[in-house]
């Protein structure tokens, strides 16, 4: 599969140059268990302050465990995570959930919520407990359903958006948290190829104003187009962190994923563009990439058996 | 830019999201897609708690006067501004003393008691739909009243009455532990929930029934029934202190439970991601709600679906455009508008069939299983 990679190449330093700015995110010798099972097994991770950081990984890597450890939605076992060159960790929950935003990747409500209602729920470690929303709420409500597109959403109800559309209203939901540090889980999920475009290049003009973001994502050609900073974990594990253009390599993938990848180069962004196939049955490496397309499918069940 | 695709004004998208298409998420239940006209919903709430407010008034003093007595409203308003040392104030002739006794020992007591159960049954079904985000979850359904009852039946088999309300919530606890445990701890599934207080409802009933038929000396059958369907005919001023005390000690600061239960609308993680504790908050209000319901259950027996019905009851008159109100609003008006329902069917209980009583749980759930029944073939996500 390939995708139209938009986003122009950053500049080179990407990623490698976070010693003008102040520190962005930053974990150390995070760990978490489950079930008797190590689940993040001492991830020590970096991004950039003002950077869109990419979590990628195959299934069960750890991807969604790990940004909600860092969004203190899980208490970790052990490590410390950080923003800003503040302890998140031993912050009080409200405290760090006006630092942190978390949208999630499966949200659904049963009530019957106005997508207003919904957004300022973002409001709640910002305002009183015990007093309703004020005007400044409503009205950072209503910014951030303008700035994820979804204003005219404003009085539907939440149950009868489109997959699409509850996605925006999700990502405005973690905005009118007003956080420094944004999480997203697979925030392109069910969305068509031009949402995925837009989401991506939305968080992206985010960080540009100077918020982190922390994106787990499934597809590799997404995290190549928009990463400025790219993790890879696999089975709990960092196994390689840095600009996508020197982390995302055949080696890698085929570490990783088990999967041949070409890496191409997109003709007009220049960023990187990966072409996949299964790997040759006897696992010999360098085959040529052009029968790709055809051969994965015919060889992804044989290979998933 | 090199291509067009992002830098598109993300609106143009939203557009483009057909329904009904592979991405269209929306459910055609509830999906009317109306748009809900304007604001306002606050001051449409405290409109309808003003009316509540007054209706709850009117109904203590009209339920009190009907009956076989042949009571006025303003004979009843007279002998309880009496009591209340007000009566000279007004210049109001004091009734006889046989038909005070009826309204100021009898039906005052019970309508109070009523009301106060009422209320605090409906707070505690919405707190515990709003916790564990399951639009039939209430303490009958779930097995907590039975719980209490069994815990009340059984002091006062040992003949430790004064103990009552702490058996009872103790009862309650072990109901609600079990019927969480049954329904499989963390992630609870609304149905598997109500499955599981299902089987604790039926265990703790028969062994009320069982722990009764034992011990009693008269009438078991009317002592069992009273027990599992519910009955205010012995609630005297007694009750009213025991029920209106829990209601003010626990049902009041549930009251201002209002935004955190809101912050559950999309489930613990994002309550969590917000800022709230959820664990501790997640037991500290059941823990609450089993004590409500422990010491209402004490005074009044197992009444069932008021808990169930009100919330969603009150979600329809105030929603705008479909959209319900917050649970700041919600929480205030299920209980006034429980006060209400509940003082209206026991007065049904005790006068439709007179002299003979009804278990008023009887009146309850022929009202309450139809809408059980609705909220079911509405909502048939809750899988």
Same mark, same amino acid.
Request: a neutral charge; charged letters at 15%.
């Given at each position: 599969m390939t995708v139209t990679a938009a986003r122009p190449a950053p500049a080179a330093d990407a990623g490698l140059a976070p010693d003008a700015a102040p520190p962005g995110l930053e974990t150390s010798r995070l760990h978490f268990t489950r079930a008797g099972a190590l689940v993040i097994d001492g991830v020590d991770c970096t991004i950039p302050h003002g950077r869109l950081g990419a979590i990628i990984g195959p299934n069960g890597a750890g991807k969604s465990t790990l940004l909600h450890l860092i969004a203190g939605v899980l208490n970790g076992d052990g490590g410390t995570v950080s923003h800003g060159g503040t302890r998140l960790d031993t912050a009080t929950r409200r405290a760090r959930a006006r630092v942190v935003a978390l949208a999630e990747q499966h949200a659904d409500s049963q009530l019957e919520l106005s997508v207003t209602d919904a957004v300022l729920l973002g409001r709640t470690p910002h305002r009183s407990l015990f007093a309703g929303p004020g005007a400044d709420d409503h009205a950072i409500a209503a910014r951030c359903l303008a700035d994820t597109g979804a204003a005219e959403l404003a009085d539907r109800l939440y149950r009868t958006l489109s997959g699409g559309e509850r996605q925006r209203v999700n990502l405005a939901r973690a905005l009118a948290q007003e956080p420094r540090l944004l999480l997203l889980d697979e925030p392109t999920n069910h969305l068509d190829i031009r949402a995925q475009l837009d989401t991506l290049a939305l968080v992206s003009r985010l960080t540009e104003r100077g918020l982190t973001a922390v994106a787990a994502l499934?597809?590799?050609?997404?995290?190549?187009?928009?990463?400025?900073?790219?993790?890879?974990?696999?089975? *709990?594990?960092? =196994?390689?962190?840095?600009?996508?253009?020197?982390?995302?390599?055949?080696?890698?993938?085929?570490?990783?994923? *088990? =999967?041949?990848?070409? =890496?191409?180069?997109?003709?007009?962004? *220049?960023?990187?563009?990966?072409?996949?196939?299964?790997?040759?049955?006897?696992?010999?490496?360098?085959?040529? *990439?052009?029968?790709?397309?055809?051969?994965?499918?015919?060889?992804?069940?044989? =290979?998933?058996? | 830019m090199a291509s067009p695709a992002p830098a598109a004004p993300p609106a143009e998208t939203a557009r483009l999201v057909v329904p009904g298409a592979p991405n269209d998420k929306?459910?055609?239940?509830?999906?009317? #897609?109306?748009?809900?006209?304007? @604001?306002?919903?606050?001051? @449409?709430?405290?409109?309808?708690?003003?009316?509540?407010?007054?209706?709850?008034?009117?109904?203590?003093?009209?339920?009190?006067?009907?009956?076989?007595?042949d009571l006025?409203?303003?004979?009843?308003?007279?002998?309880?501004?009496?009591?209340?040392?007000? #009566?000279?104030?007004?210049?109001?002739?004091?009734?006889?003393?046989?038909?005070?006794?009826?309204?100021?020992? &009898?039906?005052?007591?019970?309508?109070?008691?009523?009301?106060?159960?009422?209320?605090?049954?409906?707070?505690?079904?919405?707190?515990?739909?709003?916790?564990? @985000?399951?639009? &039939?979850?209430?303490?009958?359904?779930?097995?907590?009243?039975?719980?209490?009852?069994?815990?009340?039946?059984?002091?006062?088999?040992?003949?430790?009455?004064i103990a009552l309300p702490v058996a009872a919530f103790l009862g309650a606890l072990l109901a609600?532990?079990?019927?969480?445990?049954?329904?499989? #701890?963390? #992630?609870?599934?609304?149905?598997?929930?109500?499955?599981?207080?299902?089987?604790?409802?039926a265990i703790f009933?028969?062994?009320?029934?069982?722990?009764?038929?034992?011990?009693?000396?008269?009438?078991?059958?009317?002592?069992?029934?009273n027990w599992l369907l519910g009955s205010l005919a012995g609630a005297r001023w007694p009750a009213v202190v025991i029920a209106g005390t829990a209601l003010l000690v626990i049902g009041l600061p549930l009251l201002f439970s209002g935004t955190v239960l809101d912050a559950f609308a999309f489930g613990d993680t994002a309550a969590s991601a917000l800022g709230i504790p959820v664990t501790r908050v997640r037991w500290l209000l059941l823990g609450a709600t089993a004590l409500l319901t422990g010491a209402l259950v004490a005074v009044s027996g197992a009444i069932g679906f008021v808990g169930l019905v009100l919330p969603h009851a009150v979600r329809l008159l105030v929603s705008r455009g479909g959209a319900g109100p917050g649970h700041q609003a919600l929480l205030p008006l299920s209980a006034l508008a429980g006060a209400i329902f509940l003082v209206w069917m026991d007065t049904g209980a005790r006068t439709l069939f007179d002299p003979r009583e009804l278990p008023v749980g009887i009146l309850t759930a022929i009202v309450g299983g139809p809408v059980f029944a609705l909220i079911m073939l509405r909502n048939r996500r809750v899988g």
């Open positions: 499934h597809d590799l050609n997404l995290a190549a187009a928009f990463a400025d900073h790219v993790i890879v974990l696999a089975a *709990g594990r960092v =196994v390689a962190a840095g600009a996508p253009a020197s982390v995302l390599t055949s080696e890698l993938i085929r570490e990783v994923y *088990g =999967v041949h990848a070409e =890496v191409l180069r997109h003709p007009t962004t *220049g960023r990187a563009l990966l072409a996949f196939s299964a790997l040759p049955a006897d696992d010999s490496g360098a085959d040529d *990439g052009a029968d790709a397309a055809a051969g994965t499918a015919a060889t992804a069940a044989r =290979v998933s058996a | 929306s459910r055609s239940l509830g999906a009317r #897609g109306r748009r809900p006209r304007g @604001r306002g919903q606050r001051g @449409r709430s405290g409109v309808v708690a003003a009316v509540l407010g007054l209706a709850l008034a009117a109904s203590v003093l009209l339920a009190i006067a009907i009956g076989p007595a006025s409203p303003a004979e009843v308003l007279a002998s309880v501004l009496h009591h209340l040392g007000l #009566g000279g104030l007004f210049g109001l002739e004091p009734l006889s003393p046989l038909r005070d006794g009826i309204v100021w020992e &009898l039906r005052l007591p019970r309508v109070l008691t009523a009301a106060a159960v009422g209320a605090g049954l409906a707070l505690c079904g919405t707190v515990m739909q709003a916790l564990m @985000r399951n639009p &039939l979850a209430d303490p009958y359904l779930l097995g907590l009243s039975s719980g209490a009852s069994l815990g009340a039946v059984s002091v006062i088999v040992l003949g430790a009455a609600l532990g079990a019927t969480l445990l049954l329904a499989g #701890g963390g #992630g609870l599934s609304p149905s598997r929930t109500i499955l599981g207080g299902l089987a604790v409802s009933g028969a062994l009320t029934s069982l722990v009764i038929f034992w011990s009693a000396t008269g009438d078991s059958y009317r002592e069992i029934l």
